[in-house]
């Protein structure tokens, strides 16, 4: 081989500089308001830490800043952990703003619409 062809040279860190590394993950929303969520995990989530939420509200999909407000153990089972954490919104848009309170509003209607029955995400559209 003909040597490095990088168009800028790496340096060999001698030592480790500490870093992180985003990685989308799945999760559930548990519940949801227009100042946070509560969201259930496989991994504990680090307190304080700022995360870019997705969340897909029926038929519109939003990212919102969040910080997390507290984590917790929620069950643990034979071969996995499940966590519990409550994230509170930072600097939401006007756009993600009108998506969950949409999201939220048509929840209700169709809460109302069939009282007695367990809850469901409402349909896209």
Sequence with gaps: MDGDKRDTPRLDIRGRIPGELAVLAPIAVRDISLTGALVEC?????????????????????VIRSRVAHCHIADIGHDMVRYVAGLEFLDVSPHAEAAIAGFVERLKREREAAPGQSPAPPASG
């Design 42 to 62: 496989a991994y504990p989530l680090v307190m304080e830490s700022a995360h870019e939420l997705r969340l897909h509200l029926g038929n519109q999909a939003v």
